[in-house]
């Protein structure tokens, strides 16, 4: 295994070990003891994977198939999680591109005076008013 994917794989597993953490405190503060074992159980199987690789004699060929099928597990959570934040962004792009940029533009184009900037800015942003 080359060094790109060794790197690749200890970033992912330590992803890994901080996502099953916040799993765990999620399902603390809900008070679900099931959730909480099982991202107890996810974090330290991780976390041994994790300090497997960060060892000075690791060898990748030492790595087993339950290994590869945790490094495949948390690829895919990976790559769900990063489809869900690109949404995210994605739907914050078009709010500005839909929205908040027309509205600026809107206030350069049609006010010359503050009172003017200050009435339209009203109009457009007072969310007590729009909603």
Excluded: W
Excluded at 106 to 114: H, K, N, P, V
């Amino acid at each position: 295994m080359n060094k790109e994917y060794t790197q690749l794989f200890k970033e992912l597993v330590h992803s890994t070990v901080l996502l099953a953490e916040q799993a765990m405190q999620v399902n603390f503060e809900a008070k679900d003891k099931k959730g909480i074992e099982t991202a107890t159980t996810m974090r330290d199987n991780y976390q041994n994977l994790y300090e497997r690789f960060n060892s000075a004699d690791f060898n990748a060929d030492s790595l087993t198939k339950a290994d590869y099928g945790k490094l495949t597990i948390a690829a895919i959570l990976m790559e769900q999680r990063l489809e869900k934040q690109q949404a995210a962004v994605e739907k914050a792009r078009q709010g500005y591109r839909i929205d908040t940029i027309p509205k600026l533009k809107r206030i350069l184009d049609e006010c010359q005076t503050e009172n003017e900037i200050q009435s339209l800015s009203k109009k457009l942003f007072d969310f007590e008013q729009n909603s």
